[in-house]
Nanobody, 123 residues
Framework: VQLQASGGGLVQAGGSLRLSCAASGRTGVMAWFRQPPGKERDFVAVMAGYGSNTYYGDSVKGRFTISGDDAKNAVYLQMNSLKPEDTAVYYC????????????????????WGKGTLVTVSS
């Protein structure tokens, strides 16, 4: 399975962006992670339970929304009220259907990764 993320770009603080991630085949849990410049990659949001459960990193709660389209094997990340500290390369990740790992914020639990899309928020 290959993941292709898109939708990144340059936006002013307070603005919005919508990221998309398309999978080439069926997957299990899908999530977004991000890696700010010079920092480690960390968890942003996950959609599990066939979309019935969503979880967010503390820094994005109330501002970001994850959603999905099973028919398209896709997941989206709507990002509102963006801040300069949201600047990062955003990666989508997915678990294989045969593997279920419940620690959603743990990168080790994901089998497939996209190449990432850069989001830059200017102040």
């Amino acid at each position: 399975v290959q993941l292709q993320a898109s939708g990144g770009g340059l936006v002013q603080a307070g603005g919005s962006l919508r990221l998309s991630c398309a999978a080439s085949g069926r997957t299990g849990v899908m999530a977004w992670f991000r890696q700010p410049p010079g920092k480690e990659r960390d968890f942003v949001a996950v959609m599990a339970g066939y979309g019935s459960n969503t979880y967010y990193g503390d820094s994005v709660k109330g501002r970001f929304t994850i959603s999905g389209d099973d028919a398209k094997n896709a997941v989206y990340l709507q990002m509102n009220s963006l801040k300069p500290e949201d600047t990062a390369v955003y990666y989508c990740a997915a678990q294989d259907l045969a593997n279920y790992y419940s620690s959603y914020d743990d990168q080790a639990g994901y089998d497939y990764w996209g190449k990432g899309t850069l989001v830059t928020v200017s102040s």
